[in-house]
């Protein structure tokens, strides 16, 4: 049972273009959202994150959103560089539960 | 070092062998998590040491997987009798706070079972 789905495995955007990487959720008890992303070889590094008192938030050229009717968000990348190119993790939390649980991952390839 | 630190990096063993992955987390972070992804999956919790209280060990795939912190700090991560299904990347997170937050996470351990 996938609580946080990533439905796009891949991604491939044009450089200076906008990415929009997204994940949906099914379990309401959620209420904290990150992002995180992970080159090869490495741990995932945390991107930017959302409570769900928030619908927005934005950090530099990245930006996340958050429909908690749809229970659906979205992280917006613009404009993208080729060294965005990484794999994203969508992860959430909820309740006195602090584990996060992550999507499987979209692969972003920005292109030059 | 600044961060957090795993080893071994890279692990290869024989079915049916035991093996240790070992974490040391960022100095003062009280919580600690193991994660791991296998082949084209994402990130599963395993287990989950937050200071003194008792780990939330709900993630752990079975008694073959067990974990231990000691003195607040460097965690163990056992897998006895090693199967080829356990094969993937184990990751280590610490975290400040108790709560909703940022994990920190080390580069893995890559398990290979043969």
């Known amino acids: 049972d996938q609580q946080v789905k990533q439905n796009s495995p891949s991604l491939s955007v044009q450089e200076g273009r906008i990415s929009i990487l997204n994940c949906d959720y099914t379990?309401?008890?959620?209420?904290?959202f990150l992002w995180y992303k992970k080159y090869p070889a490495e741990g995932p590094t945390f991107l930017i994150s959302?409570?769900?008192?928030?619908d927005k938030n934005e950090d530099g050229r990245f930006t996340v959103f958050l429909n908690k009717s749809a229970k659906h968000l979205s992280l917006h990348i613009v404009p993208s560089q080729p060294g965005d190119s990484a794999v994203y993790f969508c992860?959430?939390?909820?309740?006195?539960?602090?584990?996060?649980?992550f999507g499987k991952g979209t692969l972003l390839t920005v292109n030059p | 070092g600044a961060g957090v630190s795993q080893s071994p990096s890279n692990k290869v063993t024989e079915k049916g062998k035991d093996v240790e992955l070992r974490c040391d987390p960022i100095?003062?972070?009280?919580?600690l998590y193991w994660y791991r992804q296998s082949l084209g999956q994402g990130l599963e919790f395993l287990i989950y040491?937050?200071?003194?209280?008792?780990?939330?060990k709900s993630g752990l795939p079975s008694d073959r997987f067990s974990a231990e912190r000691t003195g607040g700090s460097v965690s163990t991560l056992t897998i006895q009798r090693t199967q080829q299904e356990d094969s993937a990347v184990y990751l280590c997170?610490?975290?400040?706070?108790?709560?909703?937050?940022?994990?920190?996470f080390g580069e893995g351990s890559r398990l290979t079972v043969l």
């Open positions: 997170a610490s975290s400040l706070m108790v709560g909703p937050g940022e994990l920190f």
């Open positions: 379990n309401s008890m959620f209420d904290y």
């Open positions: 959302i409570s769900s008192i928030k």
């Open positions: 992860a959430a939390s909820g309740g006195s539960n602090y584990k996060l649980t």
């Open positions: 100095s003062g972070h009280t919580a």
């Open positions: 040491f937050q200071g003194n209280s008792a780990p939330d």
